[in-house]
């Protein structure tokens, strides 16, 4: 998202700050909405230095649908892992899958990643040095070519959507 304000250099980012600061304090009371504005003011300001690259969103609704997506997920592997744990079995059957990236840019890479270890059951473990494939570890899978086509399918095809040149 281009913005020409010199205030706000980021400013979904800025809001993303404030909301977050008012939901980790759980409360809308008028200092913390007055410390939280500063705050999102502040930090992009003092870290648009440190970007390597400016993010542009190509479109915003696929950011959101991901967004919408991931949370949803995040609730559904919850349950499944908690299933798991709760039915002592020798059924999970872990493994390391290489997964090939589509993604270039390391802001989106770095997403997917995140993504990726946000999800109960699985975690990014490793980015190959020529930043073309993750290494992932998963408590149980059957099918490591399903699982990747599922996180193809899920995050990254939405990532490279949303982001402008990623």
Same mark, same amino acid.
């Given at each position: 998202?281009?913005?020409?304000?010199?205030?706000?250099?980021?400013?979904?980012?800025?809001?993303?700050?404030?909301a977050i600061?008012?939901?980790?304090?759980?409360?809308?009371?008028?200092? =913390?909405?007055?410390?939280?504005?500063? /705050?999102?003011?502040?930090?992009?300001?003092?870290?648009?230095?440190?970007?390597?690259?400016?993010?542009?969103?190509? @479109?915003?609704?696929?950011?959101? @649908?991901?967004?919408? @997506? %991931?949370? %949803?997920?995040?609730?559904?592997?919850?349950?499944?892992?908690?299933?798991?744990i709760m039915?002592?079995?020798? @059924?999970?059957?872990?493994?390391?899958?290489?997964?090939?990236?589509?993604?270039?840019?390391?802001?989106?890479?770095?997403? /997917?990643?995140?993504?990726?270890?946000?999800?109960?059951?699985?975690?990014?473990?490793?980015?190959?040095?020529?930043?073309? =494939? /993750?290494?992932? =570890?998963?408590? =149980?899978?059957?099918?490591? +070519?399903?699982?990747?086509?599922?996180?193809?399918?899920?995050? +990254?095809q939405p /990532?490279? +959507?949303? %982001?402008?040149?990623?």
């Amino acid at each position: 998202m281009k913005s020409s304000s010199k205030l706000f250099p980021h400013p979904l980012l800025s809001l993303m700050l404030a909301a977050i600061w008012l939901l980790v304090n759980n409360t809308m009371s008028p200092g =913390h909405i007055v410390l939280g504005g500063c /705050l999102a003011i502040v930090i992009p300001l003092a870290t648009t230095a440190f970007g390597p690259e400016p993010v542009y969103l190509q @479109r915003p609704g696929a950011l959101l @649908r991901y967004g919408v @997506r %991931l949370v %949803l997920d995040i609730f559904t592997a919850n349950l499944q892992v908690a299933i798991w744990i709760m039915k002592p079995s020798n @059924r999970l059957q872990p493994a390391f899958i290489r997964y090939k990236l589509e993604l270039q840019s390391p802001l989106a890479i770095s997403v /997917l990643a995140n993504t990726i270890s946000l999800t109960p059951g699985t975690v990014s473990c490793d980015l190959s040095a020529d930043q073309c =494939h /993750l290494l992932i =570890h998963t408590l =149980h899978t059957d099918d490591a +070519e399903g699982l990747a086509r599922q996180i193809h399918e899920r995050y +990254e095809q939405p /990532l490279l +959507e949303a %982001l402008k040149s990623c």
